[in-house]
Every structure is written in structure tokens, then in C-alpha cells.
């Protein structure tokens, strides 16, 4: 009896790692469409920016000769993906498809400003 409580035990250890281990490796999946660089048709403002993924929680954005390193506040979402930088702004990624996306900025509390949803193409 002893033996078949250890066996079963040691079976739940090892269905218990392997789940979290899947969970973490999907979660770092979520975000790699992101990793790349990104235009937005002249029509809208032909800015372009570049992201680089540092890890599912924080990713590098660049853009108009500025990086700055942003924080993931939100988890477990398939197509809003929401940024902080560190002076408080907001960057809102929305996925369209894995070649497009919808950014809305949001300026810290305090000053003005959000833009409207621009999209943006990835660039092969």
C-alpha cells in the first residue's frame, strides 16, 4: 500500500512540473509575433518602430532614435498585450494578425494624450 501512494505521488510531481513547464513555454510563445519591425501606412503617420523581446514580461521598443525598456502589465491574453514605460505611458498592442497590429499610446497620468488605434505592418 505504502508502495502504490509513493508511485502515485511521484506520478503527480511529475504531471505537476510538466504542466507548469507547458505554461510557462506557451507563455513565452505569446509574444514572439511581436519581436521585429514595424511600419504603419504613410495614409496614418508612416512612423515605424522596432521591437525586441526580452522575456515574457518585458520587451525593448524603439522607435524616432528612443528605446526604452517596457513592462508587461497585463497576462494571459491572446490579443491585447499591455506595456508600461517607466515614466508611466502605456503602450497597447493589439494583435490583428501575426503580420499586423493596432498601437494605442496612453500618456501618464497627469499629461495629455492618447492616440487613436494606428496599424501597423510588419516589415519582412
Keep these: ?9 511521484a506520478v503527480l510531481i511529475v504531471l505537476i512540473v510538466g504542466a507548469l513547464l507547458l505554461k510557462k513555454q506557451q507563455s513565452n510563445n505569446e509574444t514572439q509575433w511581436l519581436s521585429g519591425n514595424w511600419q504603419a501606412d504613410k495614409a496614418e503617420n508612416g512612423h515605424s ?5 526580452l522575456n515574457n514580461n518585458q520587451i525593448n521598443f524603439e522607435a524616432d532614435e528612443k528605446q526604452e525598456k517596457l513592462t508587461r502589465l497585463n497576462q494571459n491574453s491572446e490579443k491585447a498585450f499591455v506595456y508600461q514605460d517607466s515614466t508611466g505611458g502605456k503602450y497597447q498592442f493589439i494583435k490583428v494578425s501575426d503580420n ?12 495629455l494624450g492618447t492616440t487613436g488605434a494606428i496599424l501597423y505592418n510588419k516589415e519582412k
Excluded: H, S, W
Design 49 to 53: 518602430f522596432q521591437i525586441e523581446i
Design 1 to 9: 500500500m505504502r508502495k502504490v501512494l509513493m508511485i502515485i505521488g
Design 100 to 111: 499586423q497590429l493596432k498601437l494605442i499610446y496612453t500618456a501618464k497620468k497627469g499629461l
